[in-house]
């Protein structure tokens, strides 16, 4: 669990630093990318399914991505792309491709389905984020509205 903890920290603070994210970032970049595959890896671990494990991950992710945004004045996508960074499906896209070229067609066309499930996943749990959190803005945005005008 530890080495899992240590790898995607590295990952999410490297990426972050090949994006140019601001260095007082890094760490926190690396921090989100760390619970996430955390997150990831223990619903994995105890046999949830890989594709709900990837919408949860990246569904904490951008969570955490708009909280740690608020808080030091950061864009969010900073944080949201370094985060998902452990999630990508590189090595099974891999995989994929490397049957594909070794004609094992139905390996290879497995490994692909999956592979695009997992990283539109990734997608769906970073849009019900940012739909969840814009729906509770406009709640907010209403109440002020409302109280102002009485």
């Not at 904490?60 to 030091?72: D, E, H, P, R």
Request: charged share 15%; glycine share 6%.
């Amino acid at each position: 669990m530890i080495q899992q903890l240590i790898t995607s920290f590295i990952a999410s603070a490297a990426f972050g630093m090949i994006f140019n994210a601001p260095r007082k970032s890094l760490i926190k970049c690396g921090f989100v990318g760390m619970l996430g595959w955390i997150i990831y890896f223990i619903m994995v671990e105890n046999h949830l399914d890989a594709v709900f494990s990837t919408v949860a991950a990246s569904f904490v992710i951008a969570v955490t991505g708009q909280i740690f945004s608020k808080i030091y004045k950061t864009p969010v996508i900073i944080f949201s792309v370094a985060g998902v960074i452990p999630l990508v499906p590189g090595g099974m896209a891999y995989d994929a491709m490397r049957n594909f070229v070794e004609n094992d067609y139905n390996t290879a066309l497995t490994l692909a389905a999956k592979a695009f499930m997992v990283s539109g996943s990734i997608a769906i749990g970073l849009v019900f984020s940012e739909v969840i959190n814009q729906a509770i803005r406009q709640t907010q945005l209403n109440r002020l509205n409302k109280e102002q005008r009485r």
